[in-house]
């Protein structure tokens, strides 16, 4: 099976967010023209032009406009009088759709002052979204992250944020982008983009920082609940340090089943090999029945038909023995041992045999029995986590999986177990 990490990779590509996305068209507050002025409250040299140039751009007739804007530019002494001038060349511009004398203008409007606040925050927004229509995205960049700074962003502009960091391998900028993106889009009543998720994982894991990039795969589980996160999540207990492939292999197989991770004939017929071995008799029965059934074990095609029946004889022996006297001869035996280990285990084969009443109440003897081995009992917590989840209490699953504290991949197992209760 392909890891998660490989997939994450090849899909790098994937995560970025354009600039049109992020930074809307030019916003209409932003190219108001001003106000013709009456001749009382200006000089005749800039009024009469002026007004000129403001009736030109009503009618539409923009060379005349910005002519005329020109010349009363020559006697604009005050502040509001430069600033009338060069709204007026700002909405020309924009109604021509020039993008590039368009920005110029507007920072023009910035240069001069005077402008309100509102004005001022519009006019920076539509700035950076005009260099990004103009392709000049190191520009709108720098612009859109002063802006985000200073302002706040919505989730778009974050989230364009965060890729383009990713894009430029700064991981920590990227991850904190991402993680704006997914609190704004909350805050605006929205599901957060999955590929916010998809950012933080590959900043981490780019980074090297294995704990947060798993802990990000959970996030990211948590809200998009996909066979390949999960996978992943799953994938994870092989890796830990001291991890019980006898003992777990079993339970990596029986989450990918939960999970809906796709599995090969090769994959059912070991996870029935493994439920043969370690005494999980009716389960093993169950999985081998599917495959005999169906001709895919035992038939001409089958190159290891002989093994493969003799262990669904020895499957079926063992299940017939196990309900017939001999899980509860293991009981009365277990009462007596020095550890709840037997116990335990009983309880583990009544979860094979779909009795998980029984199972949840043996596993918990064993456990309240004690004396068992650090990993003994990692195991035995996943495994009445598992058995309390199947018999419909997943609230008891949780807290039981929450307590598991090992590094053989019990405890991994056990979080990949709690999302898939969710």
């Known amino acids: 099976m392909t890891s998660f990490g490989k997939t994450l990779r090849s899909h790098a590509s994937a995560l970025g967010f354009g600039l049109a996305a992020a930074l809307s068209a030019v916003a209409a507050s932003s190219i108001a023209v001003a106000p013709a002025y009456a001749q009382t409250e200006t000089s005749m040299e800039f009024g009469k032009p002026y007004q000129e140039a403001a009736a030109a751009y009503k009618a539409k007739s923009y060379s005349t406009a910005l002519a005329k804007a020109d010349e009363a530019g020559k006697h604009a002494k005050s502040v509001k009088e430069k600033l009338a001038v060069e709204q007026l060349r700002t909405g020309v511009y924009n109604a021509q759709g020039n993008k590039a004398k368009l920005v110029s203008s507007l920072e023009a409007q910035l240069a001069i002052g005077g402008l309100s606040a509102d004005m001022v925050r519009s006019h920076k927004l539509t700035i950076a979204g005009t260099y990004a229509q103009l392709g000049q995205t190191s520009k709108a960049l720098q612009l859109t992250k002063e802006y985000v700074n200073q302002y706040g962003g919505s989730s778009q502009q974050y989230a364009y944020l965060a890729s383009s960091a990713l894009a430029a391998k700064n991981t920590s900028e990227a991850i904190s982008y991402a993680n704006k ?6 805050k ?27 802990a990000a795969l959970e996030r990211a589980a948590g809200e998009y609940p996909k066979p390949a996160y999960m996978k992943g999540i799953i994938d994870r207990a092989e890796k830990a ?3 019980d492939r006898n003992g ?7 989450a990918y089943m939960a999970a809906n991770i796709p599995m090969t004939d090769k994959d059912k017929r070991e996870m029935a090999e493994q439920a043969v071995t370690r005494g999980m008799a009716a ?18 095609s089958d190159p290891l038909a002989a093994r493969n029946k003799g262990l669904y004889d ?10 017939n ?6 009981e009365a035996d277990a009462a007596s041992q020095p550890t709840g280990l037997l116990y335990v285990q009983t309880g583990e084969k009544y979860i094979g045999m779909g009795d998980y009443a029984k199972a949840v109440e043996l596993i918990q003897k064993g456990i309240d029995k004690g004396s068992l081995k650090p990993d003994e009992l990692a195991n035995a917590q996943l495994h009445l986590g598992y058995a309390q989840y199947k018999a419909g209490k997943k609230s008891d699953a949780r807290k039981t999986w929450a307590a598991i504290k090992s590094d053989n991949g019990a405890q991994e197992l056990g979080k990949a177990w709690t999302l898939i209760a969710k």
């Open 241 to 243: 340090p001291r991890f």
């Open 325 to 330: 006297g001999g899980l509860a001869k293991d």
């Open 188 to 214: 605006e009543g929205k599901k957060p983009s999955e590929k916010m998720f998809n950012i933080i994982m590959k900043a981490n894991y780019d980074a090297g920082k294995m704990d947060d990039y798993y």
């Open 181 to 186: 993106a997914i609190d704004q889009s909350r």
């Open 248 to 254: 777990l292999t079993l339970d990596v197989q029986r």
């Open 314 to 323: 020895r499957a079926k022996a063992d299940a017939e023995a196990q309900k």
């Open 283 to 300: 389960e093993s029965v169950a999985l081998f029945k599917e495959m005999f059934d169906s001709g895919k074990l035992g038939g001409a």
